[in-house]
């Protein structure tokens, strides 16, 4: 057999950059936005990027009421898509890792 093809692991290497750099960038909008950055540690790469960036920032909030609403909202959001991302690693990645 040859060499291994170069697509494919420059096609990996360059996904698991794209998820790694998200993975990094989301929890440093949501605080800078306003929002708790420990829900959106993992919550699932790109999407969670892309979630938290679409989100308004707490400083337009102009009553507590509604800085409340927008942390409470913004939070749960970013708890759940980790939640979806651990579940997956957990139930799909894992297994198949440790079993093949």
């Not at 291994?4 to 790694?20: G, K, N, T, Y």
């Not at 790109?46 to 909030?61: E, N, Y």
């Not at 579940?87 to 890792?97: G, K, M, N, S």
């Amino acid at each position: 057999m040859g060499p291994a093809p170069i697509f494919p692991m420059m096609l990996l290497l360059i996904l698991s950059s794209i998820w790694f750099v998200s993975f990094i960038a989301s929890p440093f909008i949501a605080r800078r936005k306003g929002y708790a950055p420990y829900f959106w540690l993992f919550a699932c790469g790109p999407i969670g990027l892309i979630v938290i960036a679409c989100f308004p920032s707490t400083r337009k909030a102009t009553t507590p009421e509604d800085l409340e609403v927008m942390q409470a909202r913004a939070n749960m959001t970013g708890a759940i898509l980790t939640g979806v991302a651990l579940f997956v690693v957990l139930t799909l990645v894992v297994p198949i890792a440790l079993f093949g």
